[in-house]
């Protein structure tokens, strides 16, 4: 499938060195917006939607994971960026780890935040697109919504991530569900050359620390953190701490690039 042209929004120095972020299935952009004041200072920080999601386009599915990864490189190319450092969250996160394996050049640190490189079992995920296709966003909004905070979380964050969640176009959504319905990365994790940081949720339901720590195990150069009460929006309910582990960890590329 050619690749298409994503939504993105940029913040940050034009000169900085570039921080690319892609997000869960089921969100958009919004997803960083708690990381982004900070990271923007030393970075040129490049948000974008997955295609069927948010204001990417939305072409008919099932998509595969080569499809989304070849989305990014061409956003890079459209930015003009030969190299920059990537990161994500679940999907997002999915998709960075294939880019590292499949575009290393292109790769200078890699971040990967409550994500797997193998997420079954293929039937849960073939049930939730046809759950949604049937049946609209709101048949797996309160399950979905339900697995991202920690229990007892109240913050308005809750109700615009619904919103976001909500809003999402379902055949994109389910499309995407295809992707991680077939997905195995685990055979390319060893090529990974870049510098990784694995973040993990400890109360993460739908992807446990287990999945971040065979990450971890099989990336040379990876770093695991588990941040305990985190669930699997993590960047959400924990913001400073991931805010803190993403800026120590880019800003010691940039010092050795000194």
Known sequence: MSPVALHSVVDGPDDAPVLV???????????????????????????????GHGRSPVPAGPYELADLGGDVIALLDRLGVQRAHVGGLSLGGMVAMWVAAHAPERVDRLALLCTSAKLGPPELWAGRAASVQAGGMPAIADSVVARWFPEGFADGTVARMREVLLATPPDGYAACCSAIEVMDLEPVLPTITAPTLVIAGGDDPATPPEHAERIAAAVPAARLVVLDGAAHLANLSHPDDVTRLLLEFLEASERNHA
């Open 21 to 51: 972020l892609g997000s869960s299935i089921g969100t958009s952009t919004a997803l960083w917006e708690p990381q982004v004041p900070a990271l923007a200072r030393r970075f040129r920080v490049v948000r974008y939607d997955h295609r």
